[in-house]
């Protein structure tokens, strides 16, 4: 068994795995609040060969926590500082978090994300009337309160801020939404997470650094591509040197 072909065909499959990742990180840079994904590379024992141990490269991908650059923004777009996620309602019914503070009032009067996920209060999804256009205001710690039509003011609750003991664990899904399916990850209320009314948060990844990321990446396939095309004339010479010389 040549070894060297079974390490270029795992070092292949993991900066393929590589190269999917950064193309991820880049179609979701864009998207407020979204969090990169990281690569990381180790050396995997797989048995002995020619009385030596073998081991072949893998890779992991694991999400990056760090905060993105907190951007100015409109009255109805609101950012976190801090370690917590907004927690919504998916249209499924399920529970979800989000960075992604772009919300607005549906046709129920109801806050919500731009893809529809109801924006969860301490009570349940936050309820404004419908008939009253006035402004909405959140405070540093999550008080939502509106301008009623006599010129005073409504309290409509406490938007709620979960934090994670461990974040990493989180599920992505669609829309820069994330879900909690771990039992590990441990989700907290009342951190020390703040609320930035007028601001958005924009995605942890840099475009520049994903793309000099891609490169390496191309040439680390195509380096393992020849040692695998090297090793295989070689065999094909050995195997034909035999079948003369029988």
């Not at 650059?69 to 777009?77: H, I, N, T, Y």
Request: charged letters at 15%; one cysteine or more; hydrophobic letters at 35%.
């Amino acid at each position: 068994m040549d070894v060297s072909l079974y390490q270029s065909a795992a070092a292949m499959n993991a900066t393929e795995r590589w190269q999917d990742m950064i193309a991820e990180n880049l179609a979701s840079a864009s998207t407020p609040g979204m969090r990169k994904q990281d690569i990381t590379f180790a050396s995997v024992e797989a048995g002995q060969a020619g009385g030596a141990s073998c081991a072949i490269p893998s890779a992991t991908a694991t999400l990056n926590f760090q905060p993105g650059e907190l951007r100015p923004a409109g009255a109805m777009d609101f950012a976190i500082e801090g370690k917590g996620f907004f927690t919504v309602q998916l249209p499924n019914g399920q529970r979800g978090y989000t960075r992604d503070g772009e919300f607005h009032l549906n046709a129920q009067g109801q806050l919500a994300t731009k893809s529809g996920a109801l924006v969860m209060g301490d009570g349940g999804p936050l309820q404004f009337d419908p008939n009253n256009s006035g402004p909405i205001n959140v405070s540093a710690t999550g008080e939502v309160s509106q301008t009623n039509l006599s010129g005073g003011t409504d309290q409509k609750g406490n938007l709620q801020i979960t934090e994670f003991k461990k974040p990493q664990l989180l599920t992505m899904t669609t829309g820069g939404n994330f879900i909690a399916t771990n039992p590990a990850v441990q989700p907290t209320t009342g951190g020390d997470s703040k609320v930035r009314q007028g601001f958005i948060e924009a995605a942890n990844t840099s475009p520049t650094m994903e793309m000099s990321g891609l490169i390496t990446a191309m040439r680390m396939f195509e380096t393992n591509q020849k040692v695998m095309t090297m090793q295989s004339d070689r065999m094909s010479r050995v195997i034909s040197d035999l079948s003369g010389t029988s």
